[in-house]
């Protein structure tokens, strides 16, 4: 089993920074890819950001592209996601996930966090 512990989240104003950062522990010897989906009030789950293993091969989101960006760090477990240029529509719960399988119809994953919350008020 793996475990996926998220930190990071909180308030901002637009236009404001936040860092994610997930913490991955037990078999984590095939959890790539990691990365981000978020669900927003009254929304389904969306893909937001993954990186993989071999070649830390990238993929974003169009709605944060060049917003967002997805990091890792290897010695620590840990995936990153620096979220710059916030807006009000980037406001959801952000899931971590581990062994990504499908970033489409809201996402399937080996593994997910419990989610932390992302607020970013106008």
């Known amino acids: 089993q793996v475990q996926l512990v998220e930190s990071g989240g909180g308030l901002v104003q637009a236009g404001g920074s936040l860092r994610l950062s997930c913490a991955a522990s037990g078999r984590t010897f095939n959890i790539y890819p990691m990365g981000w989906f978020r669900q927003a009030p009254g929304k389904e789950r969306e893909f937001v950001a993954l990186?993989?293993?071999?070649?830390?091969?990238?993929n974003y989101a169009d709605s944060v592209k060049g917003r967002f960006t997805i990091s890792r760090d290897d010695a620590k477990k840990t995936v990153y996601l620096q979220m710059n240029s916030l807006k009000p529509e980037d406001t959801a719960v952000y899931y971590c996930?581990?062994?990504?399988?499908?970033?489409?119809?809201?996402?399937?994953?080996?593994?997910w966090g419990q989610g932390t919350q992302v607020t970013v008020s106008s």
């Open positions: 996930a581990a062994g990504i399988l499908t970033t489409t119809q809201q996402g399937k994953s080996d593994y």
């Open positions: 990186i993989g293993w071999s070649d830390s091969t990238t």
